[in-house]
């Protein structure tokens, strides 16, 4: 079963190309690694998936169904690249209305939350003000609120930007997690080695086009890094032809 | 769980947001002002004013007095709750909060809605609080009956919902100082073209096309104060302009929630 797909994508922003006939199709349960250099095209593919902007050109289906149609995103969970936190909010209000907002209610909204501030370390910090965390604690917040209620697709972009070593190695431990439990993970990074360890597909990004895609089996030469291929295929010394993560699968 | 729960969830940290927010609390205190405002139009004895060799007593004033300070404080409300709805809806968006409520399982029309409720929540419940303060002025010190001062109160409701919803869709798309200061001054010449209507006809160009098809906020409060300075307006004419107003209010609320769906979310 497909659970995202771009076909035909193209998307401008004026005179600027930001995604050029995209084609990707990801299957559920994948857990893919949407990689490539800044301003490849990588968040606006978020955003399209999410219905925060609409093709230009192309057609996008999140679980078959238009992004504008809100029962798309049932179940969804992502941490924006640019997180912004209500500044003047509690963190516990914060995950509540975002419970909220994801159908929870009562005692199931309660148990979610708490067992949300128990896994990302941030049991202590509930009845702060959001605007007054450091950066990495917003990040876990962050993160808290991606989490919240057993999602069973994840979008993260940079999700480790601003975490310290400690906060990396978690947030790797949530997000093989979810994978251990199916969930279908689209992750956007430049940390390619944190890729690695967590995805399964990738999906390389470059001048808005799919530069290559596929299982990383499929992609990485003997011997060579994630971060060795990416480097070729973006600097073109070799081609690597496109497949979808679905038909690599 | 039920949009409409949602949009009551959404809707309540619209207002927790306004009141967290400077925005509230200048709301607020631009409330206090209109209402001391209103304190310092109503505070005189009854006295004599000479005014062409003639001498009147000053609390026959009373009838003009009244609309003139109970009109002025609900158009200032009704500004109060523009400026609140400017911002919103465009301070979310362009702070970059917005993306992430939006990525939960609700429609952009619903976030719409649910801050232009958050707004108007909080612009009516200022407004109408110092609207009641005014009320209770006007019929202690000048003996005004309260009940035109009801029906304005209702007017000044539905004419504040319009302000809103129009001052947040303009915000979408332009600055939000700008918006405010297209807000303004539309409102004064709705108002200066009801205004004039009531003393001579206006029929052609542009104040002639704001008199007939524009939102009658004023003429809304003329004739729910009439009562204190004229004889009360027929039921048709009443009806008429509170068709038009409701007219507005849905149209400008539909305009809103069509033009967000269609914008691309900035960050």
Same mark, same amino acid.
């Given at each position: 079963?497909?659970?995202?797909e ?11 190309r ?20 800044? &301003? ?10 999410? &219905? ?6 192309g057609?996008?289906?999140?679980? &078959? ?25 509690t ?7 975002h419970?909220?907002?994801?159908? %929870?209610?009562?005692? #199931?909204l309660e ?5 949300? %501030? ?14 007054s ?13 991606a ?19 400690? &906060? ?26 944190e ?12 001048e ?25 295929i ?13 038909? #690599? #699968? | ?15 927790? $947001? !306004?009141?967290?927010n400077?925005? !509230?609390?200048?709301?607020? +205190? ?16 009854? !006295? ?10 000053? @609390? ?14 609900? *158009?200032l ?7 609140? /709805? ?12 917005a =993306?992430?409520? +939006?990525?939960?399982p609700?429609? @952009?029309?619903?976030? /719409? *809605?649910?801050?232009?409720? !958050?707004?108007?929540g909080?612009?009516?419940a ?8 005014? =009320?209770?002025? *006007?019929?202690l ?6 009940k ?23 915000a979408?798309?332009?600055? @939000? ?16 073209t ?18 007939h098809?524009g ?28 068709? @038009? ?9 539909a ?8 914008? $691309?979310?900035?960050?």
């Amino acid at each position: 079963m497909i659970a995202l797909e771009l076909a035909g994508v193209s998307k401008r922003y004026g005179l600027r190309r930001a995604l050029e006939r995209v084609d990707l199709a990801i299957p559920a349960g994948a857990a893919v690694g949407l990689l490539g250099p800044n &301003g490849a095209g990588k968040t606006t593919a978020l955003r399209l998936l999410l &219905g925060f902007t609409r093709p230009t050109l192309g057609s996008v289906r999140l679980r &078959g169904r238009d992004p504008s149609d809100p029962g798309s995103r049932e179940g969804l969970g992502y941490l924006p690249e640019r997180l912004r936190l209500p500044a003047r909010m509690t963190l516990a209000a914060f995950l509540r209305l975002h419970g909220g907002l994801s159908g %929870l209610g009562g005692s #199931a909204l309660e148990r979610a939350v708490d067992t949300t %501030l128990d896994r990302t370390g941030l049991r202590e910090r509930e009845h702060e003000l959001l605007g007054s965390l450091s950066k990495g604690l917003a990040q876990r917040a962050g993160f808290a609120q991606a989490l919240l209620g057993e999602p069973t697709m994840l979008f993260l972009d940079e999700p480790t930007s601003g975490l310290d070593p400690l &906060g990396v190695r978690d947030a790797r431990d949530w997000i093989r997690a979810a994978r251990g439990e199916g969930h279908t993970l689209l992750i956007s990074s430049h940390v390619l080695t944190e890729v690695e360890k967590v995805c399964d597909h990738v999906v390389i990004v470059h001048e808005g086009r799919v530069a290559a895609s596929g299982t990383l089996d499929a992609l990485l030469l003997p011997g060579e890094s994630l971060e060795d291929a990416f480097v070729r295929i973006v600097r073109g010394a070799r081609k690597t032809p496109p497949t979808t993560p679905g038909e #690599a #699968a | 769980m039920s949009p409409a729960r949602k949009l009551a969830l959404l809707a309540a940290d619209a207002v927790s $947001d !306004g009141v967290r927010n400077r925005v !509230g609390l200048f709301a607020l +205190l631009f409330a206090l002002v209109v209402g001391l405002f209103a304190d310092r139009c109503t505070a005189f004895d009854a !006295g004599t004013v000479m005014l062409n060799g003639r001498e009147f007593d000053v @609390r026959d004033g009373a009838p003009l007095m009244g609309p003139f300070v109970f009109g002025s404080c609900a *158009l200032l409300l009704v500004l109060v709750t523009g400026f609140v /709805a400017c911002d919103a809806l465009a301070r979310p968006l362009s702070e970059g909060t917005a =993306t992430l409520w +939006l990525s939960r399982p609700i429609s @952009r029309a619903s976030y /719409a *809605l649910s801050r232009l409720a !958050g707004a108007l929540g909080l612009g009516l419940a200022a407004g109408i609080a110092v609207l009641l303060v005014v =009320t209770v002025l *006007l019929h202690l010190r000048l003996g005004l009956d309260p009940k035109p001062a009801l029906a304005g109160m209702a007017v000044f409701a539905v004419d504040a919902w319009i302000v809103a919803a129009v001052a947040m869709t303009l915000a979408l798309h332009l600055p @939000r100082v700008v918006a405010l200061g297209a807000i303004v001054l539309a409102l004064q010449m709705v108002v200066f073209t009801n205004g004039l209507h009531t003393v001579a006809s206006v029929s052609g160009g542009l104040l002639g096309a704001i008199e007939h098809y524009g939102p009658p906020l004023g003429t809304g409060l003329i004739y729910a104060l009439a009562p204190w300075f004229a004889e009360g307006v027929s039921a048709a004419d009443w009806l008429a302009v509170v068709a @038009r107003l409701v007219v507005w209010g849905a149209g400008s609320t539909a305009l809103l929630a069509i033009l967000f769906r269609r914008i $691309d979310l900035p960050g």
